[in-house]
């Protein structure tokens, strides 16, 4: 059987739920990442210093935790892929705001609005997706959604090359932020071809509406709820300050400028692309708690080796926020 024979096996709701939540993340990724390729134009054009910089994205991440609550709930309540639709239709708009800010305050409301689209998308996606997905492809099928990710990230980058080809650099990056506008038009697709799933509709007829904030803090979903709150914190703070602040750190600090920063984190997009689709097709195979450790050590050996790297002038790479 070949590696990709589950994608051939899945039935015609899965592939469009399946694609529909790709495109979803995919085009979050693109509008959470067009802010850290910015902010060394922002910094210059409007004179923040890095902490200034720093809030806004760290408001932003602090958002997206609220908004994936948030989210949670409301997909128990009103569905899956209703909330889905509203949360991109909220992060494209914010987003599309953040292209119309006019001072530092402005921006980081709007950003900040834009981080409760973006976590809520994110926890709306992957429930659908898991719940939609039979158990013998789930691993692999959430896995290569989340390869999105990459996918998005890399239209960002392209994105940016585009218009800051187009105009001056600032104009340049309230374009950008307009380009972010675009996922709405995915709100069309999943109110025409995707459908809640049936365990969703199940419930919702066996229980109703009742499921409580509670219940995940109660025993016995105690432990697992702070066990998986503690290793996605780490994982995912330890991703997103280093991925925000890698472009910064690229052009000012190393002197790569646009072009080589561009072409660097080409490189690096590829890897992480490269990177969930081994993990996807992994999960099912070795587990999801073997792969959390597997992956886990890798990357800490890579952050050690990147750091550790002696340069023609005898320093070494090391990433710092300012």
Same mark, same amino acid.
């Given at each position: 059987?070949?590696?990709?024979? #589950? /994608?051939?096996?899945?039935?015609?709701?899965?592939?469009?739920?399946?694609?529909?939540?790709? #495109?979803?993340?995919?085009?979050?990724?693109?509008?959470?990442?067009?802010?850290?390729?910015?902010?060394?134009?922002?910094? %210059?054009?409007?004179?923040? $210093?890095?902490?200034?910089?720093?809030?806004? +994205?760290? %408001?932003?991440?602090?958002?997206?935790?609220?908004?994936?609550?948030?989210?949670?709930?409301?997909?128990?309540?009103? !569905?899956?892929? *209703?909330?889905?639709?509203?949360?991109?239709?909220? /992060?494209?708009?914010?987003?599309?705001?953040?292209? @119309?800010?006019?001072?530092?305050?402005? @921006?980081?409301?709007? *950003?900040?609005?834009?981080?409760?689209?973006?976590?809520?998308? #994110?926890? +709306?996606?992957?429930?659908?997706?898991?719940?939609?997905?039979?158990?013998?492809?789930?691993?692999? +099928?959430?896995?290569?959604?989340?390869?999105?990710?990459?996918?998005?990230?890399?239209?960002?980058?392209?994105?940016?090359?585009?218009?800051?080809?187009?105009?001056?650099?600032?104009?340049?990056?309230?374009?950008? /932020?307009?380009?972010?506008?675009?996922?709405?038009?995915?709100?069309?697709? @999943?109110?025409?071809?995707?459908?809640?799933?049936?365990?969703?509709?199940?419930? *919702?007829?066996?229980?109703?509406?009742?499921?409580?904030?509670?219940?995940?803090?109660?025993?016995?979903?105690?432990?697992?709820?702070?066990?998986?709150?503690?290793?996605?914190? !780490?994982?995912?703070?330890?991703?997103?300050?280093?991925?925000? #602040?890698?472009?910064?750190?690229?052009?000012?600090?190393?002197?790569? !400028?646009? @072009?080589?920063?561009?072409?660097?984190?080409?490189?690096?997009?590829?890897? $992480?692309?490269?990177?969930?689709?081994?993990?996807?097709?992994?999960?099912?195979?070795?587990?999801?708690?073997?792969?959390?450790?597997?992956? %886990?050590?890798?990357? +800490? %050996?890579?952050?050690?080796?990147?750091?550790?790297?002696?340069?023609?002038? !005898?320093?070494?790479?090391?990433?710092?926020?300012?």
């Amino acid at each position: 059987m070949t590696s990709t024979g #589950w /994608f051939a096996r899945m039935s015609p709701p899965e592939r469009r739920t399946f694609w529909s939540c790709f #495109w979803g993340w995919a085009l979050d990724a693109m509008d959470v990442q067009i802010y850290s390729l910015v902010i060394p134009t922002i910094i %210059a054009t409007w004179d923040l $210093s890095t902490r200034e910089a720093g809030e806004i +994205a760290t %408001a932003t991440l602090l958002s997206s935790a609220l908004g994936g609550w948030i989210a949670g709930a409301l997909a128990d309540r009103i !569905g899956r892929v *209703r909330t889905l639709q509203l949360t991109i239709l909220w /992060f494209s708009i914010f987003t599309l705001v953040c292209s @119309l800010a006019q001072t530092f305050e402005q @921006l980081l409301v709007a *950003r900040t609005l834009m981080g409760l689209g973006f976590g809520g998308e #994110w926890t +709306a996606g992957a429930v659908l997706i898991g719940e939609v997905i039979r158990p013998e492809h789930r691993g692999r +099928a959430v896995g290569t959604v989340q390869s999105g990710w990459a996918v998005g990230w890399a239209l960002a980058l392209t994105a940016q090359v585009v218009t800051f080809q187009l105009f001056e650099p600032e104009i340049a990056w309230r374009a950008l /932020f307009a380009v972010g506008v675009a996922p709405a038009a995915l709100v069309l697709v @999943l109110r025409r071809f995707v459908a809640e799933p049936p365990v969703f509709e199940e419930t *919702r007829r066996r229980v109703g509406a009742r499921a409580r904030l509670r219940e995940i803090v109660s025993r016995p979903l105690l432990r697992i709820t702070v066990l998986t709150s503690l290793l996605t914190t !780490g994982a995912q703070g330890g991703y997103y300050a280093i991925a925000t #602040w890698l472009p910064t750190y690229l052009e000012t600090e190393r002197g790569l !400028g646009s @072009l080589g920063t561009s072409a660097y984190l080409a490189v690096v997009i590829a890897g $992480s692309f490269a990177g969930y689709l081994t993990g996807a097709h992994l999960a099912d195979r070795i587990g999801r708690r073997a792969l959390f450790f597997v992956f %886990a050590i890798g990357a +800490a %050996a890579i952050v050690v080796a990147y750091t550790s790297v002696e340069l023609d002038d !005898g320093s070494t790479w090391t990433l710092h926020a300012g």
